[in-house]
């Protein structure tokens, strides 16, 4: 079943991932309010279902579908691809906005640091998982959420996982440097299939971001700056615009800010780092196959 008929998305089915919370649950929201189906990841069942439920009775859309797991483990990740193949005949939209900043390094149960795992891996295995069938699906998005944050990024090739040094700051830069170089090198890979991948800076929003495990700098001047943050609506406008606007139909390996195409960092359009990256993260998913 699509979402309700009536509305601009009406028809379409959108997955979301991360779409509990903050910026993820207001595109979420938005989404289905247009009539799409909408599937929303979150890592507790009782509150990803609670989520669906709410953003459905608040939308007048009942096809809004929860769909726990820990997206932190490929295992999860693998699951959940199939679940969401399984509920899905058909996916148009897929943003994939799970994402966080940890101040500490951690290992997942992988055995992978937890930022690099998270914001990159997670994004990159589950939409190799669901590519076959956003293809089959074409016209499809995929559609990514990175941050400005990416412009401090640097891939350390050496040393991708903080094993020497660790700063949260910097894990983070990387990991969404790596949102870019992925959506770049997947927008060439998906050339000709009707599947368009783009990728985005939300602004700076009022979240739950790095509520879990902040760094001193944060908990200082989060609470003072929180107020003058964009909400997490309009922090979700430009995720909205790249999975919905007909004006991006057929728009591909653009980097967009406040829903308008921009420059990303010199860094991010290394193809060669692209392809480095795109091969050592396939390395590190089959480890799990
Ligand atoms: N907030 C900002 O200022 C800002 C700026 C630039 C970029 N971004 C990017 O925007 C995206 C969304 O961030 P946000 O600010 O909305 O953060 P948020 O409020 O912390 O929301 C994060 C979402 O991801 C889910 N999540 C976290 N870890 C997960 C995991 N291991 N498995 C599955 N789901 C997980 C959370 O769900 P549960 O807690 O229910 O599991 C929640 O739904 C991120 O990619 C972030 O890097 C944010």
């Not at 994402?99 to 500490?104: H, L, N, R, S, Y």
């Not at 040094?165 to 790596?178: E, H, M, N, T, V």
């Not at 509520?211 to 995720?239: N, V, Y």
């Amino acid at each position: 079943m699509a979402g309700i008929s009536t509305g601009p998305m009406a028809g379409k089915t959108v997955l979301v991932t991360g779409g509990t919370g903050g910026i993820g649950k207001a595109t979420a929201a938005r989404l289905a309010a247009m009539g799409a189906r909408v599937g929303i990841t979150g890592r507790d069942i009782a509150r990803t279902r609670a989520v669906a439920a709410e953003i459905a009775a608040a939308s007048g859309n009942p096809a809004v579908d929860p769909f726990p797991a820990d997206m932190s483990s490929q295992a999860e990740v693998r699951r959940l691809a199939g679940e969401v193949l399984a509920a899905y005949p058909r996916l148009d939209v897929l943003v994939n906005n799970v994402g966080g900043f940890w101040a500490t390094r951690r290992l997942t149960a992988d055995g992978l640091e937890r930022t690099f795992a998270v914001n990159h891996l997670a994004p990159f295995l589950f939409t190799c998982l669901l590519t076959g069938r956003l293809k089959a699906s074409a016209p499809a998005r995929i559609v990514t959420v990175s941050s400005g944050a990416h412009a401090a990024g640097k891939i350390d090739f050496g040393d991708l996982q903080g094993e020497r040094r660790y700063s949260g700051q910097r894990a983070y830069s990387q990991s969404k440097l790596a949102n870019i170089l992925f959506t770049y090198e997947l927008a060439r890979r998906l050339d000709g299939t009707g599947v368009t991948a783009t990728v985005l800076h939300p602004g700076v929003v009022r979240s739950g971001f790095a509520a879990e495990d902040p760094s001193p700098m944060l908990k200082l001047f989060l609470p003072l700056i929180r107020l003058f943050l964009k909400t997490p609506e309009k922090g979700a406008a430009t995720s909205i615009y790249l999975a919905s606007s007909p004006e991006v139909e057929g728009v591909t390996g653009t980097y967009f800010a406040d829903s308008k195409p921009r420059a990303s960092s010199p860094a991010s359009r290394d193809t060669a780092a692209a392809a480095r990256l795109w091969q050592i993260s396939l390395d590190l998913v089959a480890r799990t196959a």
